[in-house]
Each structure stands twice: as C-alpha cells, then as structure tokens.
C-alpha cells in the first residue's frame, strides 16, 4: 500500500464530530515528519468527502485548506457539529482525535 492509500485509510477512522492535524495523521501512518505529505494525499483524495480529509486541519486548529474549497470545508464540519470561528476550530482541543491505534 503505498502512503496516500495509508493516509486514506487513516481517515476513515476520524469520527464525524472530530478533526485532526496533518501531524497527528502523519505520525498515525507511521511517517512522523511527513505533514505536508499527508496535505498532498489529502488534496488528491479521490473520494472526498466519503473519506474524510475535511476532517484535517492546521496543528493552531486554523482550517487550511481544501481541494473544493474553504468554504465547503467548513460548511461539512458545521454539518458535522464541529465550530468554526474567524478560520479556527472552537474548542478546538475538545475536538481533536489522535488515537488511530
């Protein structure tokens, strides 16, 4: 399996509800330092939104960004019950999923 194929897979374990960091999800696919590499898997997911890469935002919980835009990123967290402020996460510690085990 090659990595974006393990970074699909680990998205499929974020529950809705949840976000993660590129770095979370990096260290979950067993590549610690590849956050911008988990970025680029999420931008060429083929099966967005069905595999979740929505769900991945910045380490601060700033959104980033999102192959069909922003805008629609935020609008199926809010569907997912996760807040967005000012391009931020409420609660944004509250919200974070990390165990991918």
């Given at each position: 399996?090659?990595?974006?194929?393990?970074?699909?897979k680990a998205l499929k374990?974020?529950?809705?509800?949840?976000?993660?960091?590129?770095?979370?999800?990096?260290?979950?696919?067993?590549?610690?330092?590849?956050?911008?590499?988990?970025?680029?898997?999420?931008?060429?997911n083929p099966h967005s939104?069905?595999?979740?890469?929505?769900?991945?935002?910045?380490?601060?919980?700033?959104?980033?960004?999102?192959?069909?835009?922003v805008k629609k990123k935020?609008?199926?967290?809010?569907?997912?019950?996760?807040?967005?402020?000012?391009?931020?996460?409420?609660?944004?510690?509250?919200?974070?999923?990390?165990?991918?085990?």
């Amino acid at each position: 399996m090659g990595f974006d194929e393990k970074v699909w897979k680990a998205l499929k374990r974020i529950p809705k509800g949840k976000v993660t960091t590129y770095k979370e999800l990096a260290k979950a696919v067993g590549s610690r330092n590849a956050s911008r590499e988990v970025g680029n898997a999420c931008n060429k997911n083929p099966h967005s939104p069905r595999v979740p890469c929505h769900r991945v935002v910045s380490s601060s919980g700033k959104i980033g960004g999102y192959s069909h835009g922003v805008k629609k990123k935020i609008a199926l967290l809010k569907i997912e019950g996760v807040e967005v402020k000012r391009g931020k996460i409420i609660d944004f510690e509250k919200k974070v999923f990390k165990n991918f085990a």
